[in-house]
């Protein structure tokens, strides 16, 4: 059974950093592209960011493009993601998301997290 | 970026009804659609992905529809486990982009 279980959520001032995690298990981590997608109190879902199998390659929203880092270590089969320069409107619950192995499937998210909260404010 | 825009915001529907929801790309997207469907306080969960294939585990009361730019989520027979809010997202190019929701309630 796919499972991903987020960490490190919790409060922060503006201007602030975190730094969410995702543990995975129960598929082969290491084939399969990762996501971070957020959702901000009652409104609608919102990519952050993607990092291929490899980690080679990774792709950001301009939104948080040079604030944000995502990175992966798959001998831990975990997911981050470096918050920082935090704003008011990063406010969310930030979810992380299983793609596909390659290609246009990497932007497609079969399995989700259950959300972690990152609240911005002074 | 592509824009996903859905139609409609929201519904009211009784159970046994037939729902349908629209989702449009402001560029052609071949048929990279997928739909999610999100319940109060909880993860989205994958329904259909390349526009009509349903994913594993999803009962067969769902359906997608559609290439190019218009797509369409229908629910035959809507049940109590279906109130909730449907998203479009289009895998197509990077950003992936979602529509704004299309929120199904109880009438």
């Known amino acids: 059974e796919v499972q991903l279980l987020e960490s490190g959520e919790g409060l922060v001032q503006p201007g602030g950093s975190l730094r969410l995690s995702c543990a995975a298990s129960g598929f082969t981590f290491s084939d399969y592209a990762m996501s971070w997608v957020r959702q901000a109190p009652g409104k609608g879902l919102d990519w952050v960011s993607t990092?291929?199998?490899?980690?080679?390659?990774?792709y950001y929203a301009d939104s948080v493009k040079g604030r944000f880092t995502i990175s992966r270590d798959n001998s831990k089969n975990t997911l981050s993601l470096q918050m920082n320069s935090l704003r008011v409107e990063d406010t969310a619950v930030y979810y992380c998301?299983?793609?596909?192995?390659?290609?246009?499937?990497?932007?497609?998210?079969?399995?989700w997290g259950q959300g972690g909260l990152v609240t911005v404010s002074s | 970026d592509i824009q996903m825009t859905q139609s409609p915001s929201s519904l009211s529907a009784s159970v046994g009804d037939r729902v349908t929801i629209t989702c449009r790309a402001s560029?052609?997207?071949?048929?990279?659609l997928n739909w999610y469907q999100q319940k109060l306080g909880k993860a989205p969960k994958l329904l259909i992905y390349d526009a009509s294939t349903l994913q594993s585990g999803v009962p067969s009361r769902f359906s997608g529809s559609g290439s190019g730019t218009d797509f369409t989520l229908t629910i035959t027979s809507l049940q109590p486990d279906d109130f909730a809010t449907y998203y479009c997202?289009?895998?197509?190019?990077?950003?992936?982009?979602f529509g704004q929701g299309t929120k199904v309630e109880i009438k």
């Open positions: 998301a299983k793609g596909g192995t390659s290609g246009r499937e990497k932007r497609r998210f079969d399995y």
């Open positions: 560029q052609i997207i071949s048929s990279y």
């Open positions: 997202q289009q895998s197509y190019s990077t950003p992936p982009t």
């Open positions: 990092i291929i199998n490899s980690g080679g390659s990774t």
